[in-house]
């Protein structure tokens, strides 16, 4: 489980960065940090190394506009990885210029569908049950993805980050 759970995670990293060459507008990275170890059952902040069930892990993900373009329409995702769940809440998204920190102007979406579709929480399904269609409350420990959308104009030299946690299924 641990060592599917870290290949998991460097396939994450990667899957974050493809396409991203010195050429593109966006230079994007990856941060990830154990933020809770079940083992200790106290608090940290350490470079994520290895997981066991119950840890919370902490993704950053770091968008720069590495070009002299202004650009609208950013949108970035994360992932959820497998043997992992969402930790409702946790999503957040800032801008940061000239080391000021802003939390708006961002839009919050998640999938539970692999991120084939993205909706604004909370998310529904539909079931058939007795010929009658009914609408079920999704779980946030279902969500597979989650999507943020920058609503402002993305300027040269502009920083954006978002974080968002996950813990580790049992």
Same mark, same amino acid.
């Given at each position: 489980?641990?060592?599917? %759970?870290?290949?998991?995670?460097?396939? @994450?990293?990667?899957?974050? +960065?493809?396409? %991203?060459? #010195?050429?593109?507008? +966006?230079?994007?990275?990856?941060?990830?940090?154990?933020? /809770?170890?079940?083992? &200790?059952? &106290?608090? &940290?902040?350490?470079? %994520?190394?290895?997981? @066991?069930?119950?840890?919370?892990?902490?993704?950053? %993900? &770091?968008?720069? #506009?590495?070009?002299?373009?202004?650009?609208?329409?950013?949108?970035?995702?994360?992932?959820? =990885?497998?043997? $992992?769940?969402?930790?409702?809440?946790?999503? $957040?998204?800032?801008?940061?210029?000239?080391?000021? /920190?802003?939390?708006?102007?961002?839009?919050?979406?998640?999938?539970?569908?692999?991120?084939?579709?993205?909706?604004? =929480? =909370?998310?529904?399904?539909?079931?058939?049950?007795?010929?009658?269609?009914?609408?079920?409350?999704? #779980?946030?420990?279902?969500? $597979? #993805?989650?999507?943020?959308?920058?609503?402002?104009?993305?300027? =040269?030299?502009?920083?954006?980050?978002?974080?968002?946690?996950?813990? +580790?299924?049992?």
């Amino acid at each position: 489980m641990k060592r599917i %759970l870290v290949l998991v995670l460097v396939l @994450f990293c990667f899957v974050g +960065v493809v396409g %991203l060459s #010195n050429e593109e507008p +966006v230079k994007v990275s990856i941060e990830s940090y154990k933020v /809770w170890d079940s083992r &200790t059952a &106290t608090e &940290t902040l350490e470079i %994520l190394q290895e997981v @066991f069930p119950g840890d919370e892990i902490m993704y950053i %993900l &770091t968008y720069e #506009n590495v070009s002299e373009s202004t650009f609208g329409g950013l949108q970035m995702v994360g992932m959820i =990885p497998e043997g $992992t769940f969402y930790i409702k809440g946790s999503a $957040t998204g800032e801008k940061r210029k000239h080391e000021e /920190w802003e939390a708006k102007d961002i839009e919050l979406r998640f999938s539970i569908d692999g991120g084939i579709s993205f909706s604004k =929480p =909370p998310l529904f399904t539909e079931e058939v049950v007795g010929g009658i269609t009914v609408k079920k409350l999704v #779980n946030p420990i279902t969500y $597979t #993805n989650i999507l943020w959308i920058y609503s402002k104009d993305f300027k =040269p030299f502009d920083i954006l980050k978002v974080c968002y946690r996950v813990k +580790v299924s049992e």
